[in-house]
């Protein structure tokens, strides 16, 4: 039955006639949704009744159309809001590709679309998060869901990847939970596989944030811990880029956003693998930023949080034999959710979180051996810290403990800040200490 207000028949495509504008609108029509191609059958447009939204961001990662408002459709007549009519027209059946046909008569996906919020600057688009279950991935999958974003949350942890998957379909989003391994190359391949069936084609943003820290004297570190470290933190990124990059390029468009940290700059005095990681990501980024050149729509976004209020310390591998607390300012593991939900809404290369973070890039740049005086803080704390047991942690298999966003750390921050003010102080002096010999030349 044909549409009496739109003109349109249920099951039957529909594409904008004149010449002049139809790069503008390439796609089509189908039963009130409007999309870009056969082969990316995620809709970027809906009707709500002749009012049609099209979900569709500039270069800067701003609406094309004020409230996404483009038009209005009626008797088969796009009127855009600035007054232009385009004519649709039918796509004969003679004239749909094949690709079309076989996308028809395909079986329903493993995970049909349930219908996406109807809000949210991100609305539609698919969102892949890794170590979605605890820390900083789950406060980023709580943010995007609220986005109206499309979610594939991934992480070991199977129970606690189902709570977090929970949490975000309370909310109305539409999400499915994909247990991984990031240090094995098929289980992300799986992913990426997984979450374009489940994005009908289509991915449009990956978060490598999976990691996992070991803190120790390197030597006395096993070997084992180590490499589990690197295959996470750094090779683990390397396969999500690897498997997600041939989406973005296929459909031009993608955002690559990883999670690095203050680490990246300021090596790590007892976590080396950490540190290796971290410096390693920096590399990795702008290498991959340097060959997408031709890809404007892609892009690579770098998130630089301080120290988190997470489980990290309280979960990773400890061969101290002291009890582990992060120094603080300890900050909101929220604050890094809003700053990447921000990266997939208007790409950034850089973005630091916390003002901590921002003094140790400018630290790194400006006082050299900032590692002797990192690396006697770590031996003075770790020295004056209760003993402990060596452990593991959550290395190679998942923590028993309660998986959460936040890791209880700030309301037992306590003296640390000294440790801060003392850092400061190494700095200062360094500083001074660099520049002295300058000014006498």
């Known amino acids: 039955m044909i549409d009496q207000a739109t003109g349109m028949k249920p099951g039957e495509r529909y594409c904008v006639e004149n010449v002049e504008r139809a790069h503008q609108f390439p796609g089509f029509f189908q039963d009130g949704k409007y999309y870009l191609g056969p082969e990316l059958l995620t809709a970027v447009g809906w009707l709500e009744g002749t009012k049609f939204l099209y979900d569709s961001l500039d270069a800067q990662g701003e609406p094309v159309f004020p409230d996404r408002v483009a038009g209005t459709i009626e008797g088969m007549k796009l009127v855009l809001i600035d007054g232009t009519a385009l004519q649709l027209s039918k796509i004969p059946a003679s004239a749909t590709l094949a690709p079309t046909d076989n996308l028809e008569q395909a079986p329903e996906p493993a995970h049909p679309a349930a219908p996406t919020p109807g809000k949210g600057p991100l609305r539609g688009k698919v969102v892949v998060i890794t170590g979605a279950s605890s820390g900083i991935g789950r406060a980023a999958a709580h943010a995007f869901a609220c986005t109206g974003a499309r979610l594939v949350l991934a992480a070991r942890d199977e129970q606690a990847l189902f709570d977090v998957l929970d949490e975000c379909t309370d909310c109305g989003t539409d999400a499915v939970a994909i247990v991984t391994d990031v240090t094995r190359s098929d289980q992300v391949q799986a992913l990426a596989t997984q979450a374009a069936e489940f994005g009908h084609g289509r991915i449009d943003i990956w978060v490598n944030n ?111 034999g002291h009890a582990l607390t992060p120094p603080g300012p300890i900050y909101d593991p929220q604050q890094v959710a809003k700053a990447m939900v921000a990266s997939a809404i208007s790409p950034r290369a850089h973005t630091t979180v916390g003002t901590a973070a921002r003094l140790a890039h400018l630290a790194s740049y400006l006082v050299p051996r900032l590692a002797l005086v990192t690396g006697w803080l770590t031996r003075r704390a770790l020295n004056r810290s209760p003993s402990a047991r060596i452990t593991s942690g959550n290395l190679f298999e998942p923590t028993s403990d309660r998986r959460s966003v936040e890791g209880g750390w700030k309301s037992s921050n306590g003296n640390m800040t000294l440790w801060v003010v003392a850092a400061a102080v190494g700095v200062i002096a360094g500083l001074a200490a660099t520049r002295s010999p300058r000014r006498r030349r």
């Open 210 to 320: 999976a990691g996992v820290g070991a803190v120790g004297n390197f030597e006395q570190t096993p070997l084992q811990a180590h490499e589990q470290v690197i295959q996470t933190d750094l090779i683990g990124y390397l396969r999500g880029a690897y498997v997600v990059l041939p989406y973005f390029k296929a459909q031009r468009s993608g955002i690559l956003i990883n999670t690095l940290s203050l680490g990246s700059w300021i090596a790590q005095p007892y976590a080396a693998a950490y540190s290796a990681s971290k410096f390693g990501l920096r590399g990795l980024t702008e290498a991959l930023r340097g060959e997408l050149t031709e890809f404007p729509d892609i892009h690579v976004c770098d998130i630089y949080p301080a120290v988190m209020d997470t489980p990290g310390f309280r979960d990773g591998g400890n061969y101290t």
